[in-house]
């Protein structure tokens, strides 16, 4: 790809890596040292390693804590070095691994740790995590659903907010996504392996099955809210992004509209469509009953504002809307405001249960 991708990726997905907990020195050190989007997974990479290098040592001393932090920073660094990498398949799956790798070793040493999990789902099993919150008996429970090109060690943040909390969350890597990728491709029904995770959720002894949550981010957005309309288990939901509708997949920035295609093993625009095509709450929104929170901004160009409004007219239980409108994609420019707003909503609505 062009050196002009670099420059889409800077102007546009900066404040993502900030809000995911990138370091701002590294940032302006990557970017001096990038000069083509070919070295983009390479270079994040080289900064990764480093990072993991730290942990060992800080580990090796008996700094856990340290070593949590620094290994966490080296999975979204690999997270980072194969985001939106379509072209390379090869090395967007290696990344992808030491990406999943670096999480593993951080998890124990994180605060609280997250516990992996395996959740069964059509023959797969699909990787996860669930995290508990320090001192809760039978806690609440959020369900953190990936987006496009996101996966569950990148929902690290939002965790965080809500284990302050006093809730459990639960992350996985669904079909199309993260490790899951590899073992089964994204499709309509998408929503049946949301449903396993759910399913898996509801089993654990440790947190409260009457009292779960979703946040779905980007396209995970569409999932949570479709969730919440087929199972009345869900008790909340935050739909972070919006995505009521794809209608406009042709006109999505090119770098995502190849993403729909390459989760979904599709070769051209009409193959990826009878996929996006299934995007679409029109007929089951009103089924939507549990209070939910819609976010975005309205500079997004995937998910532009007429979505919050269909959305919030179309379901039957209480909403409430944090729009801004100068604000990108999932507000992720303002993660102080968006993130700590959504974990506060899922506080108020499950321990109010």
């Known amino acids: 790809m062009s050196e002009s991708v670099l420059d889409y990726l800077w102007d546009n997905y900066v404040h993502r890596f900030l809000a995911e907990g990138a370091n701002y020195q590294d940032l302006l050190d990557l970017r001096a040292r990038t000069r083509t989007f070919s070295e983009w997974p390479l270079r994040w990479s080289e900064i990764a390693e480093a990072y993991e290098q730290r942990a060992e040592n800080a580990v090796s001393a008996g700094f856990t804590l340290t070593a949590g932090e620094h290994f966490a920073r080296a999975a979204v660094y690999y997270f980072f070095g ?12 290696r990344v992808s691994e030491h990406c999943a790798r670096a999480f593993r070793r951080a998890a124990p040493y994180l605060d609280p740790p997250f ?5 069964p789902f059509d023959g797969i099993t699909m990787p996860g995590y669930l995290r508990l919150p320090k001192g809760v008996s039978k806690p609440p429970c959020v369900l953190l659903l990936n987006g496009l090109d996101t996966t569950k060690e990148e929902q690290l943040v939002i965790s965080n907010l809500c284990v302050q909390r006093g809730l459990a969350t639960l992350t996985f890597d669904g079909p199309g996504q993260g490790e ?9 029904g998408y929503t049946e392996a949301v449903v396993a995770a759910l ?11 009457n009292r779960i949550g979703v946040i779905g981010r980007s396209l995970g957005s569409h999932y949570a809210p479709r969730l919440a309309a087929v199972d009345d288990r869900i008790k909340a939901v935050v739909s972070w992004g919006a995505m009521f509708h794809l209608r406009n997949f042709r006109s999505i920035p090119e770098l995502t509209r190849a993403g729909f295609l390459f989760v979904t093993g599709s070769h051209t625009i009409e193959q990826g469509e009878n996929y996006t095509n299934s995007i679409d709450l029109t007929t089951i929104a009103p089924n939507i009953r549990c209070p939910i929170m819609i976010v975005n901004g309205g500079l997004d160009p995937i998910t532009p504002p007429e979505n919050i409004e269909l959305m919030q007219a179309a ?8 729009f801004i409108a100068d604000s990108n994609h999932c507000i992720h420019d303002r993660p102080q405001i968006c993130r700590p707003a959504m974990a506060d909503f899922m506080q108020r609505q499950l321990h109010a249960i």
């Open 82 to 93: 194969q985001f939106l990498f379509w072209d390379d398949p090869d090395t967007k799956r």
């Open 115 to 119: 516990l992996p999990v395996e959740i």
């Open 315 to 322: 379901v039957k239980g209480p909403s409430e809307v944090l």
């Open 199 to 209: 399913d898996f959720a509801a089993k654990q002894p440790s947190i409260d099955a």
């Open 180 to 188: 899951t990728f590899y073992k089964m491709k994204m499709w309509p």
